[in-house]
């Protein structure tokens, strides 16, 4: 089984262009989590989308969104980028985001905010 | 708020002495706990989870819930457990909260 994929692996941008990172699940997987990385905050939940459904969100303001498709595949989204933004962005599936279920993450985006 | 605490940002033992990693949780009701790893250029991956009480790569962790820990342990460290451990609480279905992570290194 392939595992999760993230594209593209390094991103550079300028402050406020926006970028859009892809994620593909293992195949079955129809739940699909972003998650920001950053030394200074850590791992930090973004958002979750289920049958191509924002089920959950974090506390990120309204330039970061996000969507699924019907295959599972999901694209976020980021506008007006800040420097603040340069982060690992990882997306993680399982097969329905149950209590329990065990993630399975991404090699993840690095972005940098020039 | 949902908070999961990781005191110690860098752990160093040597070769086959114990290891324990500590993680305090601050919940509302009984949370699903995990610890996730990272090994060098690898990505983040499941090492155990308190919900199906297994034991992986010889490691174990205990819910204790008067101390609001889930301590991660291991009797004889290997070198190829150095890598950055990451405890995490879980708030609903895919959601996790993440301590700050603890780097552990195993000396020769």
């Known amino acids: 089984k392939a595992g999760v994929t993230q594209t593209p692996r390094y991103l550079i941008k300028t402050r406020g262009q926006q970028v859009t990172l892809s994620c593909s699940p293992i195949?079955?997987?129809?739940?699909v989590s972003w998650y920001q990385q950053t030394p200074g905050q850590g791992l930090q939940f973004l958002f979750e989308y289920f049958s191509e459904t924002q089920r959950n969100k974090g506390n990120f303001p309204g330039r970061f969104s996000g969507r699924q498709f019907s295959n599972s595949r999901s694209e976020m989204n980021v506008s007006t980028l800040e420097l603040g933004d340069s982060a690992l962005y990882l997306c993680?599936?399982?097969?329905?985001?149950?209590?329990?279920?065990?993630?399975?993450f991404g090699s993840g985006t690095q972005l940098s905010v020039l | 708020a949902q908070r999961v605490t990781q005191p110690e940002k860098l752990l160093s033992v040597f070769k086959g002495a114990p290891v324990e990693l500590k993680c305090n949780y601050s919940y509302s009701g009984s949370p699903e706990l995990f610890w996730y790893v990272q090994y060098s250029r690898q990505r983040l991956q499941l090492l155990l989870r308190?919900?199906s009480r297994e034991s992986i790569k010889g490691f174990t962790a205990d819910l204790n819930k008067g101390e609001t820990s889930f301590h991660l342990k291991k009797p004889f460290a290997q070198e190829e457990d150095s890598a950055m451990y990451y405890c995490?609480?879980?708030?609903?279905?895919?959601?996790?909260?993440f301590g700050e992570g603890t780097q552990l290194t195993v000396n020769p």
């Open positions: 195949s079955g997987h129809r739940s």
């Open positions: 993680a599936t399982t097969p329905t985001g149950g209590p329990g279920e065990k993630l399975f």
């Open positions: 995490a609480g879980e708030t609903s279905g895919s959601r996790l909260t």
């Open positions: 308190h919900i």
